[in-house]
């Protein structure tokens, strides 16, 4: 397993994340010994989701948006469900947290709903992405070429559709973690 205990990454997300998305992806980053910070809206628990419709667990952020320095992280995950980002893409921060990354060319891991944090600040445009379908459409109005496959690495971004493709989606999220702690 990779040891990546130099690695930190943050995740953003609030009431309304699936489940799977932000769960199994922190615990694979864990497991090979990343860093990990939750930021959201307030410190208040979290609710996820199953299916955007079933209450699962609840996890407590460790701190709010507004307390993010994006110099202290080396990668960005993006959990989905319908909820979590559409409530975070009405967030000034959250959108300016994404564009920080894009713009320092720091990972970028998205999944599911999650790419319309991308939309929303305006880093699609020319590169190769996925999303759940009904978000599709959206990435392609933003300049986004639209493919559908289970993860999609285009440089420093790496986008998958759902959760059948955590595995491959936390594959290539170490995968890169591992390159950027090599370089």
Request: glycine share 6%.
């Given at each position: 397993?990779?040891?990546?205990?130099?690695?930190?990454?943050?995740?953003?997300?609030?009431?309304?994340?699936?489940?799977?998305?932000?769960?199994?992806?922190?615990?694979?980053?864990?497991?090979?010994?990343?860093?990990?910070?939750?930021?959201?809206?307030?410190?208040?628990?979290?609710?996820?989701?199953?299916?955007d419709t079933d209450p699962t667990r609840t996890?407590?952020?460790?701190?709010?948006?507004d307390q993010v320095d994006t110099e202290d992280?080396?990668?960005?995950?993006?959990?989905?469900?319908?909820?979590?980002?559409?409530?975070?893409?009405?967030?000034?921060?959250?959108?300016?947290?994404?564009?920080?990354?894009?713009?320092?060319?720091?990972?970028?891991?998205?999944?599911?709903?999650a790419p319309w944090l991308l939309v929303e600040?305006?880093?699609?445009?020319?590169?190769?992405?996925?999303?759940?379908?009904?978000?599709?459409?959206?990435?392609?109005?933003?300049?986004?070429?639209?493919?559908?496959?289970?993860?999609?690495?285009?440089?420093?971004?790496?986008?998958?559709?759902?959760?059948?493709?955590?595995?491959?989606?936390?594959?290539?999220?170490?995968?890169?973690?591992?390159?950027?702690?090599?370089?």
């Amino acid at each position: 397993m990779a040891d990546l205990s130099q690695a930190r990454v943050l995740i953003l997300a609030t009431d309304g994340f699936e489940d799977a998305e932000l769960f199994e992806p922190r615990q694979a980053l864990l497991d090979a010994g990343a860093q990990v910070t939750l930021a959201s809206i307030k410190t208040d628990p979290i609710q996820g989701v199953k299916g955007d419709t079933d209450p699962t667990r609840t996890i407590t952020p460790d701190l709010t948006l507004d307390q993010v320095d994006t110099e202290d992280y080396d990668a960005l995950l993006l959990p989905g469900g319908v909820g979590n980002p559409d409530k975070m893409r009405m967030e000034d921060r959250a959108v300016a947290i994404v564009g920080e990354f894009m713009d320092d060319d720091k990972i970028v891991a998205a999944i599911c709903h999650a790419p319309w944090l991308l939309v929303e600040a305006d880093v699609v445009d020319g590169r190769r992405v996925t999303s759940w379908p009904s978000v599709r459409t959206d990435l392609e109005n933003a300049g986004g070429y639209v493919v559908d496959e289970e993860v999609v690495i285009d440089e420093n971004l790496i986008t998958s559709r759902k959760p059948d493709d955590i595995p491959a989606f936390n594959r290539a999220l170490i995968a890169a973690l591992e390159d950027e702690l090599t370089e």
